[in-house]
């Protein structure tokens, strides 16, 4: 069993910049690596992006590419997702979540991931 747990949400204005943390705990031996997912009311849940545990390989959604940096701390087992230039369009609850395969395609799939944080609520205003 692993647990998540997110922090760093909030209210942020158009083009300003969030951090959000998430902290793994519990059985991390069966996390390989770490995602980043968020849901927007009235739509599914997204990938967002995605960094394993001892390489730091990240993987990136087109939408926050090149806005968006993964990073962490593995010896504090922890995730963070830097967030910069944010519109209003990434609203949405962010959730983190723990993948214990290594992947190259199926990355994105929520359906990879075994477990999940509660979740951490980010609003961008215009």
């Known amino acids: 069993q692993v647990t998540l747990v997110e922090s760093g949400g909030g209210l942020v204005q158009a083009g300003g910049s969030l951090r959000l943390s998430c902290v793994a705990s519990g059985r991390t031996v069966n996390s390989y690596a770490l995602g980043w997912f968020r849901q927007a009311p009235g739509k599914e849940r997204e990938f967002v992006a995605r960094?394993?545990?001892?390489?730091?390989?990240?993987v990136y959604a087109d939408s926050v590419e090149g806005r968006f940096t993964v990073s962490r701390d593995y010896g504090k087992f922890t995730v963070y997702l830097q967030m910069n230039s944010l519109r209003p369009e990434d609203t949405g609850v962010y959730f983190c979540a723990s993948d214990r395969f290594p992947r190259t395609t199926m990355s994105k799939n929520s359906e990879n991931y075994d477990y999940w944080g509660q979740g951490t609520q980010v609003t961008v205003s215009s």
């Open positions: 960094i394993t545990w001892r390489s730091g390989y990240t």
